[in-house]
């Protein structure tokens, strides 16, 4: 049966027509979310639009080893490790936290009212970090404020990249993905290069000046193919979802990965300041790692093509693991430097990858709910994880215990990752997954 649908927000499949106005799109009710059109001028144009967002907002996140060890000394000395560690943690979880909101939103067909409100309240975060002097300033601007900005735009932005990919996918969502380690390449270098010459407040006007012209450019460049689900007259959890063995196992592998992912970055320049390293090269091995992130991200989407994405993934976060454990007993300036470049490739892979599969485990449909479940429950990893690593080392003042404790939970998320691969497979070895 064709239905003729209205779809005043959403880009047509013909490629000739204004994505502007209002358009009717063709759509069979059976296979709309399998005819995925592999791109067309508006994927691809969505695609930028995502990798600005990415940029913005993750990029500039994922940067908070530099805050952590700028704050540490300079800023709010009378805090913890652990303490300051809250902020970053605030930013990581709350990027995941509102996904069951966003995501429903998203499948109702309220992308712009999503991009608007994330646009309008980043943006106000970001000059107001400017400004904060004391500890909870900084908590409600860069910690709150910051991450849920984030976190209102992220489901939906991923949503639309993959209604215009299938076969594509993982690497149109790899080169998404990029965008976080272009950021955590260039605000670094940013804060370095300024923090000396016009001061702390005027160097995070500079970034947002940055981050203003990167949000307009993704507003402007992203368009939904797929017409809206009508998700909002259903419950908020969808108990078929929630029933999936191999989905919930994977959301469990995800959540138990960001208890531990981000405690090289968050700790890696104050490490390296531990170990010798002058305070500059300190700061820049935070871009060094996400330089090296990019290489994984899209050397792990090119891999995830050919073998599937939990496969790439297995390969990948192990790789991670291990760097993990190693991480606080190099002490050699070289080593450690070679131990961070390892670090950024392998877990550029997982960051990349891990929306991938939600995709397709599922219809395009109901993408978004089921996204935004994954990225809630991931929250509470990404929210737990540096300040259990802060405490960790606050205790023994010693980052070896920091290590073994991160590089565990890694290891135990990329068994919950062979276990997703069985229960779709039914088999451990071979298959494309």
Known sequence: MQLETPLPDAAPSNSTSSPTSVHALQIDEDTQTEKCPEGTLYGWLSVVGGFCFSVATLGFIVSWGTFQ???????????TSSEIAWIGSLQYSLVFLPGIISGRLFDAGH?????????????????LIAQCTKYW???????????????????????IVSQWFKTKRPLAISIVSLGISIGGIIYPIIFRSLINKVGFAWTIRTTAFINVCLFAVGNMTMFPR????????????NLNIIMSLPFITYVLC?????????????????????????????FDLVAI???????????????????????????????????????????GHAGYVVVICLYGLSSGAFVGLF???????GDLSDFGSRAGLQMTLMALGALAGPPISGAILHQHNDFGPVGIYAGSTIILSVLLMVLTRYFVLKRFYGGKI
């Open 289 to 331: 790692s996400n330089a090296l992130s990019a290489l994984g991200r899209l050397s792990g989407g090119i891999y995830a093509l050919k073998y599937g994405a939990i496969n790439a993934m297995i390969i990948f976060t192990s790789v991670a693991a291990v760097v993990t454990y190693i991480w606080p007993f190099v002490t």
């Open 137 to 159: 300033h900084f908590i409600l601007c860069q910690g709150v404020a910051l991450g849920i900005a984030c976190g209102i735009i992220y489901v939906p932005c991923v949503g």
């Open 355 to 361: 929306p991938v599969p939600v995709a397709a485990l």
């Open 226 to 237: 797929l017409p809206p689900s009508g998700t909002m007259g259903k419950k908020w959890i």
């Open 111 to 127: 992308f712009r009212l999503c991009l608007v409100t994330s646009s309008a309240l980043y943006v106000t975060a970001n000059f």
């Open 254 to 282: 995800t959540l138990v990965a960001f208890l531990g992912l981000y405690t090289v970055l968050t700790f890696v320049s104050l490490r390296a300041v531990s170990i010798g390293f002058s305070q500059d090269l300190a």
């Open 69 to 79: 060890a700028y704050y540490e000394e300079f800023v709010l000395t009378d805090s």
